[in-house]
């Protein structure tokens, strides 16, 4: 969402600086004071000016874009398109119009009208930057990933930023190239060294390429960039797991709750590493507490269930076995063998 109000903020910069003037003098000062609070985000202040334009000149293209614009920040999307609308019949070979109204549509989630939009506000300029980023998130959206690529890949040729890198980036990852990913967010770290997010998505991508150490080393930049950030002590517990140090996936999944106590995952995986270590009844105080958090995690109703079989307390764990179907029907089969192994690990346990 932030990437879209800041597309719309550099598409507004652009049309600003654009205005002409063949308006009625006091209509174009109106204008001017609408242009002038919608920078300062004076939404209600920059639609009243601009209607009270319109008022005086029905036909300022300028006054429908700014007050759609405003409109747009607002949330009130189908007014932002109909201003839009009224943009398009009296400028139509105009390109600011197509570009605001493709993200007003896009944000609406009207993706086959917002990619009309971006495919006419390039074909109108096909060398301004933003409308290729219009398309190539709307296309991402739709699934189409190489049209994606391709119009990031346009957008980069035009506007090398990190930003743009970091986008392509999340296509690739989406496309499964998880090697192309990391490139780009290789050069886009170049471009800004101290962008947390892009270690993080960087560290994901080799996550899921199962290089241990590359997520762990980029988990590490980011807590060294910014002690603090949740995200990393998670990604670097659940990575630390996967490679088998379940000592140093705990004490990780451990910092990452006392930054997110609210974070039901965090919880849930600490409880799977205390069950790992045969630590039931600590275990199942972390599943309750990501239940707290967040009453249809079906995971954490299984495991509880589990530790609470091995604590002999199987009324209230098949109070959890039930609640774990009603949430995850599909998994039946799955809950009955994990039930079986719990029964065969007590028996062996009490046999004499």
Known sequence: MKRLFSLLAVSLALFMQSLWAQTP???????????ARLNQKDLDGAIADCSKALELDPK???AYLLRGAAEDLKGKLDEAIADFDKAVEIAPDSVEPYRLRALARFRKNDLEGALADADKAIELDPHFAVSFLTRGMVRHKKGDLAGAIADFSKLIEQDPSARNYEGRAIVWLDKGNFD????DLSVAIEKSPAAVGLYAIRGRAKYMKKDWDGSIADSNMIIKLDPKFPGAYFNRARTYKAKGDVEAAFS??????????????????RGMVRS???????AIEDFSK????????ADSYLYRGLMLMRNGQDAEAQKDF???LELAPERKAFLED???????????????
């Open 25 to 35: 003098r006091s209509a174009k000062d109106l204008i001017a004071g609408c242009a």
């Open 180 to 183: 192309e990913a990391i490139k």
């Open 322 to 324: 039930i609640k774990f």
């Open 252 to 269: 990780d999944y451990s910092t990452a709750i006392i930054y997110t106590p609210r974070k039901a995952e965090a919880y849930h995986e």
């Open 290 to 297: 990501a239940l707290e958090i967040d009453s249809r995690f």
């Open 60 to 62: 300022s293209r300028d």
């Open 338 to 352: 994990w039930v079986e192994k719990a029964k065969q690990a007590r028996a062996a346990k009490n046999k004499p």
């Open 276 to 282: 790992n270590r045969a630590d039931w009844q600590l």
